[in-house]
């Protein structure tokens, strides 16, 4: 891609207003136009400044990890269960600066490459977790859809300078994936998708609050159109739901 559709994409970008977390089912009057190029879409761990710690797995038992989100509480009590985790609220620097703090009750918190990264914040990032941690990452993280009016071929003509096919295919899977299991963006649904040539590798797990109960899976498959994106995704999620995560998604609604 060349300077000058760079500079475009970044223009749209900016002129598109605030983001926010995209639901899977949308409205009847609105559709998902176009996925723009993924920013790295994994979880990472910022230590407290001047921390002598660099990896989540070094910290002593009984440290704090902030974190609000269910999923990222879920892994923390599965895979890190010497751990603590208590909830932190406010926009990234406002996290930071809950962080940093003197008497901070924080030892690190885990937030998202990308959000870092746009904001120029990327040199705070201490670790970056992955599947070898057993760390997933939320459906659609890192990627920016553009919500249109359904039918609205204008618009989607005028955005399809930001459309990224790769990226497109994978989050659809995700999408498709949690639409199935019926988890919402705040279930603690954790997914990783890979490409290998035209094949899409989709994991997934599925983790009880209390880090207790898992179920995990992957699926692989030739993904080239929308409708293969969709399906591997949903068929991935049926076999999770056949492994018990209906029970744990279903005990989160009841106690919610």
Request: glycine share 8%.
């Amino acid at each position: 891609m060349d300077e000058s559709s760079n500079f475009t994409n970044e223009y749209l970008l900016t002129q598109l207003g605030k983001t926010t977390d995209m639901p899977t089912s949308l409205p009847s009057s609105c559709a998902l136009g176009v996925i723009c190029e993924r920013e790295d879409p994994r979880d990472v761990v910022v230590m407290k400044a001047n921390s002598p710690y660099k990896r989540i797995q070094d910290l002593p038992a009984g440290s704090v990890v902030g974190t609000s989100s269910v999923r990222r509480k879920a892994q923390t009590f599965r895979h890190f269960p010497q751990l603590k985790c208590i909830d932190v609220r406010g926009n990234l620097n406002t996290r930071l600066g809950k962080l940093d703090a003197d008497g901070s009750q924080y030892d690190c918190l885990i937030l998202a490459a990308a959000g870092l990264k746009r904001i120029d914040l990327g040199h705070r990032i201490t670790q970056y977790l992955s599947a070898d941690d057993g760390v997933l990452y939320a459906p659609g993280q890192g990627a920016l859809g553009l919500e249109i009016r359904d039918g609205d071929e204008r618009m989607l003509d005028f955005l399809s300078v930001l459309a990224h096919r790769s990226t497109a295919l994978a989050c659809l899977a995700e999408r498709s994936l949690l639409k199935t299991l019926q988890g919402g963006c705040s279930a603690p649904v954790g997914v990783e998708t890979t490409w290998d040539g035209d094949e899409l590798v989709l994991k997934s797990s599925v983790i009880s609050p209390d880090g207790k109960d898992m179920v995990e899976s992957q699926k692989k498959g030739v993904v080239k159109t929308q409708e293969e994106a969709l399906r591997l995704g949903h068929e991935l999620a049926e076999q999770l739901l056949s492994m018990g995560a209906d029970k744990i998604l279903h005990d989160l609604r009841t106690n919610a």
